[in-house]
């Protein structure tokens, strides 16, 4: 078996391939298309179908806008749908922007897009063409939406997941910024926000109902959620009935990217910001934080990693794991270069370095 990593950065697609992922064959920009302003697009979103090893692409072109490419052999060869894949409809007057996240259903060729202006699209024919999904869109808190820094984006879907030990292929839970978190139980016919718990500072209020900017939601080993808000972290086990804070013990509550482990319940990884005005790690030092008791503490889980100042970030969706038996993880900084752990190392590995800054990875075992 191989190990394939996916990463799209401000300056197009890179891919590395590893057989133990310790040494990494890295190349790229990969050529999605015979513009060269395409193959040096901004990448926001990559997925990777678990069901037949699909690669969606969501790429965003200065000079031809946005699109989604795919990849049937491990993104050797690269093509884009005839039409727009993406569109809102005609009576809707806003225009898509990008993707922030793929994500895929039960059914091989069922698909979902979060993306920019606060939408989510469902695709039937494995990412050929995306249908709005009208009832998300049509809500009447939309109106009180507003895009946080980063832009107006559904960026976490999380299909057949509102809560720990259940499975429901009718249910979904979604993540905005901002909006906060929504969960539907009936394949998205009604929507009802989630956020008991989550705070704001803001808003008025500092416990709304909705309009928290959560950076990121993932979903635990036992189905459960892990969130990094714009300042704080929580998990919930189902997060209809609240939210709790598991924040404390951490050198920062703000931050964007965070992983769950795929087997253990109670492991999570975090990647501390030091604020929302200061980009940048704490301490000027690049930093993971680990949980296996499900937030009660945290440590540092650093060996490898630069010793000297650092300044680079972690995006929200630049971090990811593989799901492998031994668990893979993987993060990528806005300094450009890419790191791997496994759950049985103590030391993160360089995968590739001085890349142009990474928007998002995506690892699958091949």
Excluded at 66 to 87: C, F, M, Q, Y
Excluded at 262 to 275: D, E, I, Y
Excluded at 341 to 360: G, I, K, M, N, S
């Amino acid at each position: 078996m191989a190990f394939l990593l996916v990463i799209g950065t401000r300056k197009g697609l890179f891919r590395a391939i590893s057989d133990d992922r310790r040494g990494w064959e890295v190349s790229g920009p990969l050529r999605l298309d015979s513009e060269d302003h395409i193959n040096v697009a901004a990448v926001y979103a990559v997925g990777v179908n678990p069901h037949n090893r699909r690669i969606l692409v969501g790429a965003e072109s200065s000079h031809f806008g946005p699109s989604v490419w795919s990849s049937d052999d491990l993104g050797a060869t690269w093509r884009e749908p005839d039409a727009a894949p993406i569109a809102f409809p005609p009576d809707v007057e806003d225009s898509f922007a990008r993707v922030w996240q793929f994500a895929f259903g039960d059914e091989p060729d069922t698909v979902y897009a979060g993306v920019e202006p606060h939408a989510l699209f469902r695709s039937a024919d494995g990412g050929e063409s995306f249908e709005l999904v009208r009832a998300l869109w049509d809500h009447p808190h939309r109106a009180n939406w507003f895009p946080g820094a980063g832009g107006a984006a559904i960026h976490t879907v999380l299909p057949g997941r509102v809560r720990a030990a259940e499975t429901d292929p009718l249910a979904m839970t979604v993540a905005m910024s901002t909006g906060g978190v929504y969960q539907t139980r009936d394949d998205g016919r009604t929507w009802s926000p989630a956020n008991r718990g989550i705070t704001t500072t803001f808003l008025p209020e500092e416990t709304p109902e909705y309009g928290q900017c959560v950076h990121k939601v993932a979903v635990a080993a036992d189905g459960g959620f892990y969130a990094q808000n714009h300042h704080g972290v929580y998990r919930s086990a189902d997060p209809a009935s609240g939210w709790e804070s598991i924040a404390e013990g951490l050198p920062s509550d703000f931050g964007f990217a965070l992983v769950a482990h795929p087997h253990a319940p109670g492991t999570a990884l975090n990647f501390p910001v030091v604020s929302e005005a200061v980009h940048l790690p704490p301490g000027n030092r690049l930093q993971v934080h680990r949980t296996d008791d499900g937030g009660a503490t945290w440590r540092p889980v650093n060996g490898g990693l630069p010793a000297d100042p650092y300044f680079g970030i972690v995006l929200r969706d630049g971090a990811c794991t593989d799901g492998a038996d031994v668990p893979g993880f993987y993060f990528g900084t806005r300094s450009g270069d890419v790191y791997v752990t496994t759950d049985d190392d103590a030391e993160w590995r360089q995968v590739a370095a001085h890349l142009p800054d990474v928007l998002c990875v995506r690892a699958i075992e091949v």
